[in-house]
């Protein structure tokens, strides 16, 4: 049993945190994910004992790639290493001079082409490798036309962003097509794509050569972990500019225990019931909408499938009536009250959300009641 103001672990405690709920979704700022109990279990199983890492490795790259149908895929340390390694690969390649030689770019194709609205702090994950982007999307011409020019000589990739607000006009099939004409690979962030499951074989069927997912977001494995998949070749040279070998990823080490638990995360993943899950977010968004019901000026509604959003979230819209505290008011008060209640504020416009992906059962009635001791 732990108190109502314990974090809900004694380590955690001890060190004198604060207990957080979390209406923000899979943030890494508040710790990502729950780890569901067989993933903390296969982490402990496999936490002292010894293995070959580099057979490890393989194994573990078939196992990802018969889940999401590509030809090979590899454990990375976070979506971010899984970024760092993509640019490595499609750079040096596997050619072992060249590995050794980055961030140093001389003499290699050294330049991934970015669309001008998927811009985000993630690339410097790229450029840590080595990589300079170079923008497109901006000139004049069609889309297509543009990343056709944009494409040249020094392009050693393309990558197309998956995220909030990223829209991009051209398809992931379309970007393929132009980029694949030129014999460039496409690069994919799909950090936050999971659920839904689809997603998981739905990018590398349009044609992806490399893409990537968090492992401590919606799959639920450990925080730092992500899985890349793709092209055998590819993933062969991302292997090879990773931990354990010397390379420009030595510093992203996924470590063994972590490796066996995102596996047990992805097979979990992949055989639960998203729909029971879904099902489950939607009451807990109910519950908290219906603390914003009748008030003058405040519009609480579930704004269910919106690829914005994280789940069916919970979403209060203020209008011109509306005289209590602003959403950003809101929010700090909440994140300053124990337990510490973490919202979102103003994507669309000047509203506060709740995302419900990332609370556990009872947690929403207790969101529901500080909102409306809020709003009141
Ligand atoms: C979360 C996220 C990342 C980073 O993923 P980690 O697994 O935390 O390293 C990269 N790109 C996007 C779009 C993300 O949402």
């Known amino acids: 049993m732990t108190s109502t103001n ?16 979390n209406g923000r979704s899979w ?26 890492f580099h057979e490890l490795n393989k194994r573990a790259g078939t196992l ?63 450029r840590t490798a080595g990589a300079t982007l170079k923008e497109w999307g901006k000139d004049e011409g069609t889309l297509a036309e543009q990343l056709e020019v944009a494409i040249d000589e020094k392009t050693a990739a393309v990558t197309y962003v998956f995220g909030p607000w990223m829209d991009c006009a051209l398809t992931l099939r379309e970007v393929v097509a132009i980029a694949h004409a030129k014999d460039v690979p496409v690069i994919v962030d799909a950090a936050a794509m999971l659920p839904p499951a ?15 997912f ?4 919606g799959l639920r494995g450990p925080q730092s972990t992500g899985i890349l998949a793709g092209r055998a070749d590819l993933v062969e040279a991302a292997r090879l500019n990773m931990s354990p070998h010397a390379s ?5 080490k996924v470590a063994k225990e972590e ?21 489950t977010w939607r009451g807990w968004s109910e519950t908290i909408t219906a603390s914003g019901r009748s008030f003058d000026g405040l519009r609480p509604v579930i704004e269910d499938g919106d690829p914005n959003r994280q789940g069916p979230t919970a979403v209060f819209y203020f209008d011109e ?22 919202v979102g504020v103003g994507n669309y416009g000047d509203e506060l959300y709740v995302s419900p992906v990332a609370l556990e059962s009872g947690e929403a009635e207790t969101v529901a009641e500080a909102l409306r001791a809020a709003f009141s």
């Open 64 to 126: 990802i790639a018969e889940y999401t149908g590509a030809e090979a895929g590899l454990v990375v340390a976070g979506a971010s290493a899984g970024l760092l390694v993509q640019a490595a690969a499609c750079m040096a390649g596997s050619d072992p001079d060249r590995i050794l030689q980055l961030p140093d770019t001389n003499g290699m194709k050294d330049e991934i082409l970015i669309f001008e609205n998927h811009r985000f702090g993630f690339e410097i994950c790229y």
């Open 198 to 212: 689809d997603n998981l074989t739905k990018y590398v069927a349009e044609g992806a050569d490399l893409v990537t």
């Open 321 to 342: 009536r509306w005289d209590g505290p602003s959403s950003k008011e809101i929010q700090a008060n909440l994140a300053a009250g124990n337990p510490s209640i973490h």
């Open 27 to 52: 943030v890494t700022i508040l710790g990502g994910s729950r780890m569901p109990e067989e993933v903390q279990d296969a982490m402990t199983d496999a936490a002292n004992t010894f293995i070959d």
């Open 248 to 252: 420009v990823g030595r510093g992203s």
């Open 259 to 279: 490796i066996a638990a995102v596996l047990v995360a992805l097979k979990r993943f992949v055989s639960m019931d998203h729909e029971a899950e879904w099902a």
């Open 6 to 21: 314990s974090t809900g672990s004694k380590q955690f405690d001890a060190l004198g945190l604060k207990k957080i709920i």
């Open 214 to 217: 968090s492992g401590g977001k």
